[in-house]
């Protein structure tokens, strides 16, 4: 092995390109149907992105948990570019006509385990929380016996897992995944900050989030909405790996709509390099984060 494949030089870009919310209402460049989000996987590859981070939207634009359409977007990906694919476990969700959050069921997000042709990876997320936003809000339901469900699952298949945090007690809950021997480590956490609900994007908040993550954990932070460029060039100088796309914000600067995910990432990769790091390869990826 490269050794310099696990240098603190390399970050890993993760380029979350629709996410399970928001659509083309918003910025109609967001890319929604499975042809849109396979150019979009390869235009982000081309720019540097290491990682796909992926939910699927149905022909009428909503927020789907049909494995369908999840086989046929993971098929178009893996035909036009080696980026890897990874699943958001908590499939997203959509806004009823009482303009209430409406979330998938565990049921629904068990169903991704039998995905064909198979991602990656797949995210969980650590604990339950009240998700919220300005135009509703909902219980965001993952208790401990789901996840150890789902581990179990995707360690039968031999894929990769990253784990979602959304607050400091979920890391706790993490570590007792790894006590009873249901995930393993070193574990790749997603420290998401800026949800109503969830972690505030505050500088501190990193710091005591990596106070509490065991020595030799990989780690990336995803913050959505206004304050993503500032907390993930952070990260970047604290080691870490950062997240950056449409799902987590649809704007390129204050009151301009990002053009593509691919303009986003080319940023993060211009930024990287300013200050020393160079974005990992889907290869080097793969070593770092233990992807068979």
């Known amino acids: 092995m490269n050794p310099d494949i696990l240098s603190d030089n390399k970050v890993i870009i993760t380029a979350a390109i629709t996410g399970g919310l928001h659509g083309k209402a918003m910025n109609p460049n967001l890319p929604e149907q499975p042809e849109e989000?396979?150019?979009a996987a390869l235009d982000c590859y081309n720019a540097g992105a290491a990682v796909l981070h992926l939910?699927?939207?149905?022909?009428?634009?909503?927020?789907?948990?049909?494995i369908n359409i999840y086989n046929k977007a993971l098929k178009l990906i893996g035909e036009k570019s080696p980026i890897i694919r990874q699943i958001g476990n908590g499939i997203g969700a959509y806004i009823d006509e009482n303009?209430?959050?409406?979330?998938?069921?565990?049921?629904?997000?068990?169903?991704?385990l039998t995905i064909s042709p198979q991602a990656e990876m797949h995210t969980i997320n650590a604990g339950t929380f009240e998700f919220r936003t300005k135009l509703g809000s909902s219980t965001f339901n993952n208790p401990?016996?789901?996840n150890e469900k789902y581990l179990a699952g995707l360690d039968e298949q031999g894929l990769g897992v990253e784990v979602e945090v959304y607050d400091i007690s979920h890391i706790a809950n993490v570590m007792e995944l790894v006590d009873k021997g249901i995930l393993k480590t070193?574990?790749?956490?997603?420290?998401?900050m800026g949800i109503m609900g969830g972690i505030p994007p505050e500088p501190r908040h990193i710091m005591a989030l990596l106070n509490e993550i065991p020595d030799g954990s990989t780690w990336q932070v995803i913050t959505i909405g206004r304050y993503q460029l500032r907390m993930t060039v952070m990260a970047m100088t604290l080691g870490g790996n950062i997240r950056t796309g449409?799902?987590?914000?649809?704007?390129?600067?204050?009151?301009?709509?990002?053009?593509?995910?691919?303009?986003?990432?080319?940023?993060?990769?211009?930024?990287?390099?300013?200050?020393?790091?160079?974005?990992?390869?889907?290869?080097?990826?793969?070593v770092m984060l233990g992807l068979k």
Request: glycine share 8%.
């Open 144 to 146: 401990l016996w789901f």
């Open 37 to 39: 989000q396979a150019q």
């Open 55 to 66: 939910h699927v939207r149905g022909p009428d634009g909503l927020n789907t948990p049909d």
């Open 246 to 286: 449409m799902e987590d914000n649809i704007y390129y600067s204050r009151g301009v709509l990002a053009e593509s995910n691919a303009q986003l990432v080319e940023r993060m990769v211009r930024i990287a390099r300013e200050i020393g790091r160079e974005p990992a390869t889907v290869e080097e990826a793969k």
């Open 186 to 192: 070193p574990v790749h956490f997603s420290f998401v």
């Open 99 to 112: 303009g209430e959050i409406k979330v998938a069921t565990l049921e629904q997000r068990l169903g991704l």
